[in-house]
């Protein structure tokens, strides 16, 4: 009797903290993202006002990017001189990246922007 409710407890806690994960995985992703697209336009932003080479900046953007497994998809510089970098990561999914409806949730892209500083 009581080993059955045991069991079944383990079950539930198994596939909650299953869904906690598999769910939550994005939103952990975009959370970390936002961090590394913020310093990886404000280390290009430093980089154009130091050397005013764009190729430099956009350099360090993608290093900025790569160092934390994610790619530069995006890199602009506006007409006041502002770096605009867009990233993208792929959150890690055991199912629902499988499945049409729920693809584009692990696909986290994630924009930043900033103006040189001296």
Do not use: C
Not at 55 to 67: G, L, V
Not at 97 to 108: G, I
Request: aromatic share 8%; glycine share 2%.
């Amino acid at each position: 009797m009581i080993s059955s409710w045991l069991l079944k407890i383990v079950i539930v806690v198994a596939v909650l903290g299953f869904l906690v994960i598999e769910l939550g995985s994005p939103l952990v992703t975009r959370a970390t993202l936002d961090s590394t697209a913020h310093s990886a336009a404000d280390d290009a932003a430093h980089e154009m006002f130091q050397s005013h080479d764009p190729d430099k900046a956009q350099a360090i953007a993608a290093q900025d990017a790569q160092d934390d497994h994610a790619q530069l998809q995006q890199f602009s510089i506006d007409d006041q001189g502002a770096i605009h970098v867009t990233l993208f990561k792929e959150a890690k999914s055991y199912v629902l990246h499988k499945f049409q409806p729920t693809r584009d949730w692990y696909n986290v892209h994630v924009s930043a922007s900033a103006a040189p500083k001296p």
